[in-house]
């Protein structure tokens, strides 16, 4: 057995022992639902079985998840956000989207900030998503900025190892479809400029909900964010046979939480939405 393939098999091994629960992109969910990917490998949906496998870089089955309707993702961490839903016939093929890692909040008290841009199926019950994270989470983190590809759906939550960034250095947050085959698709989500961020996964519904979002939890006040603004820029949209859609974004805004999106640049070629804090 390869090193890589050991000690992630060890890091199953440990995590479903842990009780209780841990956040993630989508909100709070049990440990022994929580899965990172080994180096190079990918996620193979088989919706006639209802589950998911986790499949090494060698073709390897090294686990397989049944789906759980408690693990369904939940948007109650979800503070302000942009989104556009696909009702043409072409799906998207492509959703680019860049950004700065922000400078850290002046103050910690163990809360998780998330900035992605991400895509769901029309159902809602899964993401997908390059992320930018400070704080922890179930993928590890800390007093400091990371970022790493997730999928979470009715599976589970499953994400690649984080990869810790600075403030200053430049996000281009990439989900790509790879394949087309009836009514099964497969995507990679990467950092495309971070080694080691990208999340394969083959089968799954259609990706139709795209969204640029900032997502929360454990905030305890103002200062537990980052200062001033971060901006989604370069913001690219096209659906399968290289068609560029017509797009509008529509904001949402939780106004108790003081965060506001602007879009000031609309449709799906160099888009731009700043986020206020």
Do not use: C
């Amino acid at each position: 057995m390869h090193t890589s393939v050991a000690v992630f098999l060890l890091g199953l091994i440990a995590r479903s022992a842990l009780a209780g629960t841990t956040v993630a992109p989508g909100g709070w969910r049990g440990w022994n639902n929580m899965h990172q990917m080994p180096a190079n490998g990918s996620l193979l949906h088989d919706p006639e079985a209802h589950e998911t496998h986790i499949i090494a870089s060698n073709g390897t089955t090294l686990f397989s998840a049944p789906a759980n309707s408690s693990e369904v993702p939940q948007q109650s961490g979800w503070i302000t956000y942009a989104s556009w839903l696909n009702t043409n016939s072409a799906p998207i093929s492509s959703f680019k989207m860049t950004w700065t890692v922000p400078l850290a909040p002046k103050t910690f008290n163990g809360q998780t900030v998330f900035l992605f841009n991400s895509i769901e199926p029309s159902s809602g019950n899964a993401i997908l998503q390059p992320v930018l994270q400070y704080g922890p989470s179930a993928a590890g983190g800390g007093q400091y900025w990371s970022v790493a590809s997730w999928y979470v759906g009715p599976s589970g939550t499953y994400f690649t190892t984080l990869v810790r960034v600075k403030p200053g250095d430049v996000l281009h947050g990439v989900i790509t479809l790879t394949k087309h085959l009836g009514n099964k698709y497969s995507y990679v989500s990467q950092f495309t400029n971070v080694p080691g961020t990208a999340l394969s996964i083959v089968g799954i519904p259609q990706l139709t909900w795209a969204t640029e979002t900032t997502e929360s939890y454990s905030v305890t006040e103002e200062s537990d964010y980052p200062a001033g603004t971060t901006v989604f820029s370069g913001i690219n949209l096209k659906l399968s046979g290289g068609k560029v859609p017509n797009v509008r974004w529509s904001v949402a805004n939780d106004v108790q939480d003081g965060l506001t999106a602007t879009v000031n640049t609309d449709g799906a070629r160099s888009a731009k939405i700043t986020v206020k804090y």
